[in-house]
């Protein structure tokens, strides 16, 4: 499968444990995106990387959330102390920066599932 | 600020009519307009996209028509089947450097009926 690639699909833990998911993108990708998704919503926005560089996040996300692309090409994102606000889908996605950085097609991941009970 | 409006919320279709989702952006440095399906379960997956510099884009029963003074772009399915039934969202890219990331409306979800 050359697709995105998100592990694990679905996590369950306890309030005020630290969890941590993983995101391989299309290999050819220079950017690579996290976004939160509750049922009946549109994927938010949660922070990007162009390469290695996160050159983006969310104002509204929290302190609690970080993520990383260490060389700029899987990428991890942490949510330390989960809260039950935390609950949702956890997309990633992929794509392109073309000539002049014109953004292309962006590839989802099938999303990990995060339930905290 | 960066936001993108989506209705309606929900639609319901007889099979074989038109459905039409109209989306409206906030930010004029938007240049990339990509509409995308989920069904239940599964990731997002882009049916159709269009850039700034085009007023329209057509593929097969479905199109996408952008008006770029009014920030409005909406797509149009004709013909609809009930494998057309699923959630669709619209997509803004901001091209800015340093920012090239996409802001999702907040879906519609459409059921066609047989």
């Known amino acids: 499968d050359t697709g995105v690639s998100q592990n694990p699909r679905h996590k369950i833990t306890k309030r005020g444990q630290n969890v941590t998911f993983r995101c391989d993108p299309i290999?050819?990708?220079?950017?690579l995106y996290w976004y939160r998704q509750t049922l009946g919503q549109g994927p938010e926005f949660l922070t990007y990387?162009?390469?290695?560089?996160?050159?983006?996040k969310s104002r509204l996300l929290s302190d609690r959330f970080s993520a990383e692309r260490p060389k700029g090409s899987f990428s991890t994102l942490e949510i330390q102390r989960t809260e039950q606000g935390d609950s949702a889908m956890y997309l990633c996605?992929?794509?392109?920066?073309?000539?002049?950085?014109?953004?292309?097609?962006?590839?989802f991941g099938q999303g990990t599932r995060l339930t905290v009970v | 600020g960066e936001n993108v409006e989506q209705h309606p919320s929900t639609l319901s279709v007889q099979e074989g009519d038109s459905a039409v989702i109209k989306c409206t952006y906030s930010?004029?440095?938007?240049?990339?307009f990509p509409w995308y399906k989920q069904e239940l379960g599964k990731r997002p997956q882009l049916i159709i996209d269009?850039?700034?510099?085009?007023g329209e884009k057509k593929d097969q029963r479905i199109a996408v028509t952008l008006n770029k003074t009014a920030k409005h772009f909406s797509l149009h399915i004709t013909e609809t089947q009930p494998e057309d039934s699923a959630v669709y969202f619209c997509?803004?890219?901001?091209?800015?450097?340093?920012?090239?990331?996409?802001?999702f409306g907040t879906g519609t979800r459409l059921k066609v009926l047989a």
């Open positions: 996605a992929s794509s392109f920066g073309g000539t002049g950085g014109l953004n292309t097609e962006a590839f």
């Open positions: 990387f162009q390469n290695e560089a996160q050159l983006e």
């Open positions: 930010d004029s440095a938007s240049n990339y």
């Open positions: 269009i850039r700034s510099n085009v």
């Open positions: 290999s050819e990708h220079n950017r």
């Open positions: 997509a803004a890219s901001i091209d800015r450097p340093g920012t090239y990331k996409y802001i």
